[in-house]
């Protein structure tokens, strides 16, 4: 079983930014929490990973509540383009393969 | 740099009959996987390979799926016979090595079971 819980949607207005939340409440001390996006019709697409610390890189930031419970993705300035399912991911496998949920479908209106 | 390359990109077969996917992963890559997602769902694992060495296929149903990877870099995935509830994409990703962060995935191949 995914280790994760999201919401199934949340919409977004182009230009805003998106937050989107995952609980992981279940996820061992030295689990990464990690974001994947599927665009429609493509394969998912890494985005950021964490432990502990909040990460940023050129896509997206990520925040992780101090105990480690929870976490939000955050997109800065949503586009258009940002439109897809959002995976957090806090389950792998004995050989590090991840375990994906059903995700958030976002969806990022003009 | 090249990504992952999967083909065929569509396929329809009739149930019972069957079909094979084939994918290149990044060169370099130790680690490929195969994942299938269906309709609505997130990706489920299939297999991982470790160079060519299987690592997990705990969710294979080796009664009708086989895959390998041969010379540790293509691999194909192949079903026989093919039931209507396989109908789903098929992804296959790679990564530098388990347990690397980012995983590259291909675009995946939609099949069809009718």
């Known amino acids: 079983d995914a280790k994760t819980t999201q919401p199934p949607s949340m919409d977004c207005a182009e230009g805003r930014a998106a937050n989107l939340p995952c609980n992981h409440s279940?996820?061992?001390?030295?689990?990464?929490v990690y974001w994947y996006r599927q665009i429609h019709s493509q394969g998912p697409q890494y985005i950021i990973h964490g432990l502990k610390n909040n990460e940023t890189n050129e896509m997206a930031s990520l925040i992780i509540t101090e105990d480690r419970k929870s976490s939000t993705l955050i997109l800065p300035h949503a586009t258009l383009r940002d439109t897809a399912v959002y995976y957090c991911?806090?389950?792998?496998?004995?050989?590090?393969?991840?375990?994906f949920g059903k995700g958030t479908s976002l969806l990022v209106t003009p | 740099e090249a990504g992952v390359a999967q083909s065929p990109r569509y396929k329809i077969i009739e149930k019972r009959q069957s079909v094979a996917f084939w994918c290149n992963p990044i060169s370099g890559h130790a680690t490929l996987y195969w994942y299938q997602q269906i309709l609505g769902q997130g990706p489920k694992l299939l297999i991982q390979f470790q160079n060519n060495g299987v690592v997990d296929d705990s969710q294979l149903p080796k009664d009708r799926f086989s895959a390998e990877r041969l010379k540790g870099v293509d691999s194909t995935l192949k079903i026989q016979p093919a039931k209507l509830e396989d109908s789903a994409v098929y992804l296959c990703?790679?990564?530098?090595?388990?347990?690397?962060?980012?995983?590259?995935f291909g675009q995946g191949t939609r099949l069809t079971v009718v």
């Open positions: 279940t996820i061992s001390g030295n689990e990464y």
């Open positions: 990703a790679s990564s530098l090595v388990a347990g690397a962060p980012e995983a590259f």
């Open positions: 991911i806090g389950d792998s496998n004995s050989g590090y393969a991840l375990n």
